[in-house]
């Protein structure tokens, strides 16, 4: 929703925000439903009010529990029946300066200090540690905002004694406990509304008036930009991040019309001012893409001048940091189409660039749900784009690095596809191999991103937080299975999940997912032969398959049949149950990958 | 502005803010008029009228007002 997108106007959104749930929930979008407890040091009331807009737009539809008034603490050391028995998904600590209880004294030693600092630090440590013991899910908190007054001028951000100096400190150590929840997999999360105040102005951010007179730790007109922030967060561990995006060429990477004005006439580099801003932007992107957000071109210009343009030697990007270029004269919505099929997306999860106002609209027309921002002129092309929180970075997997190369391979196994006239030649060509093996604890929080963000080839579309997916794996009666495809143009990460429960002699499938960009390789066969053979070990003869439709999974509705399954019920909503009784010779299924399983 | 233009917008934003076309505010209305309107929402609406008229009310001027019609006086005397 375009009101909703970032730079939106704060308080039209806080004015109108019950026309625009209204509208949100009326939209007939499908979302998964999320429990979040909103613990506060300070009035939370509006900041969750807007914070369920954002996440209505981001597919998400948010059930809160509020604690009551400045009652954080005393909520997560102490739960009362009501937050145990919310049982929350998500965990959002909404503290700020206001909620630091002692501050240093000027005539204090260096020593009371530190033991100032471990004090505060340490209320808040136990909290999280308490919280994460009882409730295993991710927790979002809060840094602290720089305190809206210096007490010493500038000396108060390096004397021990300021209380800039002190919560410049605590955040750091926040950061630090960060640092190692993410080292060790626990999902623990900063909301840095440090900078975020920053950014928005910290006098105004900091309007003593919300606070004395409604307790506000923030501004009213501030809320939705904090309410945003949570909101992409939330969407990022629930992997609903963007993708990639799709660029284009004149006056978006560069200065100019590279068929007009030809290579040397375009402004790119440090010889013009112009030139500069090009060569930041193009720098901002190159550094994306190292992240593993997917970049593709979307330009009307002939092929040839394209190139040109984009090899440019003052350029910092380069023809094979991309991995789709279309320059032709096709509408570039259907070039962002054809780009997602392409890369087995759906659009999206595309994020259109495009500083032509036109040619947004147009691509906002026809492919509803891709966001093209708002690129009014290129010095504030950075600012947008990041801002707008697209790939916001809670979890960044080895996988998420090297999805470039992921993609890019899979051009070139689409090409090789058709250069082979047979289709079981070309998968032998592909020399696949796959690690299949009972869940891993260092690949949990992908296994729980992976079964947040799968729709299409999922036949339970079961939900799991990390901690389920933990505890899925600790059940000795369940088989757990996570498959890993190589072949020779890289590494696909995991791409297929499956987790069956053992109920009276027989197996019965509670999850079975995989990533479309391996379709049609075997893979599935392969999961299918582990399953039996792993089935078989704990002398399990029967299989139970359930698949559920969703607006989005009907691929996967005859899955079981092709594996050999019988159908056995289908009840009035489409929900159908099948059966399988593993042989006394059971054949493998796959025939073109080499697999390792353990 | 005069005092029924103010009152114009004033109706619009409480409709706004309310999610309701139908109400009509008077001289004499208060959070007592108006179901929703209670001490939650109505941060939501000083803020809605600041808005809409470009202009900041004190923390006194806040505490102080009795009924729209005095809101509406705070509003002329910072527009003059």
């Known amino acids: 929703m375009h009101e909703l997108e970032y730079p939106f106007d704060n308080n039209y959104i806080l004015k109108k925000s019950k026309s625009l749930k209204k509208a949100l929930l009326g939209d007939g979008s499908s979302r998964i439903t999320k429990k979040i407890a909103v613990l506060g040091g300070s009035t939370t009331h509006d900041i969750i009010r807007i914070l369920e807009l954002f996440l209505l737009n981001y597919g998400i539809e948010p059930v809160f529990y509020e604690s009551e008034y400045g009652q954080y603490y005393q909520d997560a050391m102490f739960p009362g029946e009501e937050l145990s028995s919310f049982n929350p998904d998500i965990i959002f600590v909404h503290t700020s300066n206001r909620n630091i209880k002692e501050y240093p004294d000027m005539n204090d030693t260096d020593e009371v200090v530190e033991a100032k600092l471990n004090a505060t630090y340490r209320h808040f440590e136990t909290m999280w540690q308490k919280l994460s013991d009882t409730y295993h899910c991710p927790i979002i908190q809060n840094n602290f905002e720089a305190p809206f007054y210096r007490l010493l001028g500038n000396r108060d951000v390096y004397d021990v004694h300021g209380r800039l100096s002190f919560v410049n400190r605590l955040n750091e150590k926040f950061n630090e406990y960060a640092r190692k929840c993410a080292k060790e997999g626990t999902s623990f999360f900063i909301n840095d509304i440090n900078y975020l105040s920053s950014c928005y102005g910290l006098d105004a951010w900091s309007d003593p008036m919300a606070w004395h007179m409604y307790k506000y730790a923030l501004c009213i007109p501030a809320i939705p930009t904090l309410s945003f922030n949570i909101a992409n967060i939330i969407k990022s561990i629930y992997g609903k991040n963007k993708k990639g995006l799709v660029l284009d060429l004149d006056n978006t990477l560069w200065g100019g019309v590279v068929g007009d004005d030809g290579v040397d006439g375009i402004e790119i580099g440090q010889e013009t001012n112009l030139g500069q801003v090009y060569s930041e932007f193009q720098d901002y992107i190159k550094m994306q893409k190292d992240l593993g957000v997917v970049l593709t071109i979307d330009s009307k210009n002939e092929r040839e001048n394209a190139i040109a343009g984009i090899n440019h030697p003052d350029g910092k990007l380069k023809e094979e940091d991309f991995v789709i270029i279309k320059a032709n004269w096709e509408p570039k919505s259907e070039n962002l189409k054809a780009i997602a099929t392409e890369l087995n997306v759906l659009p999206e999860s595309l994020v259109f660039v495009d500083d032509n106002p036109a040619e947004r609209e147009i691509v906002k027309g026809q492919l509803p749900g891709t966001q093209a921002p708002e690129m009014d002129s290129p010095e504030h092309y950075i600012r947008i784009l990041d801002h707008s929180g697209f790939f916001e970075a809670t979890l960044i997997s080895e996988d998420d690095k090297k999805r470039n190369e992921m993609y890019m391979a899979n051009i070139k196994r689409a090409s090789l596809e058709e250069s082979f006239a047979d289709y079981g030649e070309y998968l032998k060509s592909l020399e696949m191999t796959a690690d299949i093996a009972p869940f891993e604890k260092m690949y949990m929080p992908r296994i729980a991103q992976l079964t947040n963000k799968s729709n299409q080839f999922n036949l339970t579309t079961k939900r799991y937080t990390q901690d389920d997916i933990e505890k899925a794996a600790a059940d000795p009666a369940n088989i757990t299975l996570y498959g890993r495809l190589t072949d020779k143009f890289g590494d696909n990460g995991i791409v297929s999940l499956v987790i069956g429960n053992i109920r009276e002699d027989a197996l019965h499938m509670d999850l079975w997912l995989m990533s479309c960009r391996v379709l049609k390789r075997d893979m599935e066969f392969a999961m299918m032969d582990a399953l039996v053979a792993k089935a078989k070990d704990k002398n399990i003869n029967t299989i139970y398959g359930y698949y559920y439709p969703t607006a989005k999974n009907k691929m996967v509705k005859d899955f079981y049949l092709l594996q050999g399954f019988e159908k056995v019920s289908e009840d009035a909503a489409g929900n159908i149950t099948f059966k399988f009784d593993i042989p006394e010779e059971y054949d493998n299924k796959n025939h073109y990958i080499d697999v390792k399983l353990s | ?80």
Do not use: C
């Open chain 2, 1 to 80: 502005m005069t005092r029924e233009e103010v009152f114009e917008k004033i109706n619009e934003v409480f409709r706004d803010v309310f999610e309701d076309d139908d109400i009509t505010v008077n001289e004499t209305t208060t959070a007592d008029d108006i179901d929703d309107w209670d001490s939650l929402e109505h941060i939501n609406l000083m803020n809605a009228i600041e808005q809409e008229f470009d202009i900041k009310f004190t923390m006194g001027q806040i505490v102080a007002m009795k009924n729209v019609g005095e809101m509406a006086d705070i509003i002329i005397s910072k527009l003059s």
